[in-house]
């Protein structure tokens, strides 16, 4: 099994419906993300969590909401989706960050959840 | 804040020359450096990373990467591209601040031509 599992893998969608995508892990790690993707633009940050009662917005959090429901799970939610809002979505886990931690922190990224607002 | 700045938006290189992906960066302290590499329909793969130490760090796929700290990059570069390498390739900073933040740049393809 994946260290991160993302459910979906692909997702078409309508304008004004909500949608859910799903993360979750079995590193064990605190520290959870979510990305989305676009071309020519790299992966721009929209939500990140230490744990279940510690959310933070990230660059462009408009439009998204998240639920940390575990430390293995993180989800992301499209409360009304719109066209702009296709791209490709991923979810990362960190132990990274730590006060005092070793040189062994890496990032594990989930497979990517490719979702298109039509 | 952090950031990335990858200069060049797509490289056509040979099959067999050298190569050199450029990535500037800005962090407010000792910065955690990354490459990821992302085939078409694929995942991201880390390359290789620099967090402390030897400046000059090796990855997998023959790849290395330099990190100067006076110019604040961490180019990365292969000495024979094979045509395989073809793919988007993302530096990205962040880890050693609280949350372990991650800033990608905005990724440079490789185009490689036989």
């Known amino acids: 099994d994946a260290d991160v599992t993302q459910t979906p893998r692909n997702r078409i969608t309508k304008t004004g419906k909500r949608i859910m995508l799903e993360c979750s892990q079995t590193?064990?790690?605190?520290?959870m993300y979510w990305y989305r993707q676009d071309p020519g633009l790299g992966l721009r940050l929209i939500y990140y969590?230490?744990?279940?009662?510690?959310?933070n917005k990230g660059e462009i959090s408009d439009g998204y909401s998240v639920s940390r429901q575990a430390q293995a799970k993180f989800s992301l939610s499209l409360e009304s989706a719109i066209p702009n809002q296709t791209a490709l979505y991923f979810c990362?886990?960190?132990?990274?960050?730590?006060?005092?931690?070793?040189?062994?922190?890496?990032?594990?990224f989930g497979s990517g959840t490719r979702l298109t607002v039509v | 804040a952090q950031s990335v700045t990858q200069p060049d938006i797509h490289i056509t290189v040979s099959e067999g020359a050298s190569l050199e992906l450029r990535c500037n960066y800005s962090?407010?302290?000792?910065?955690?450096l990354f490459w990821y590499v992302q085939s078409p329909g694929q995942g991201l793969q880390l390359l290789l990373k620099?967090?402390?130490?030897?400046?000059l760090v090796q990855g997998i796929k023959g790849f290395e990467a330099e990190f100067k700290r006076s110019q604040s990059s961490f180019n990365l570069r292969k000495p024979s591209v094979h045509w395989s390498d073809a793919a988007e390739y993302f530096c990205?900073?962040?880890?050693?601040?609280?949350?372990?933040?991650?800033?990608f740049g905005q990724g440079t393809i490789l185009t490689v031509h036989p």
């Open positions: 990362a886990t960190s132990d990274c960050g730590r006060l005092g931690q070793g040189l062994g922190c890496g990032y594990t």
């Open positions: 590193k064990g790690h605190d520290r």
């Open positions: 969590s230490f744990d279940v009662k510690d959310i």
């Open positions: 962090y407010g302290a000792t910065p955690y």
């Open positions: 620099y967090f402390s130490g030897d400046t």
């Open positions: 990205a900073v962040g880890g050693g601040t609280s949350y372990g933040k991650l800033t």
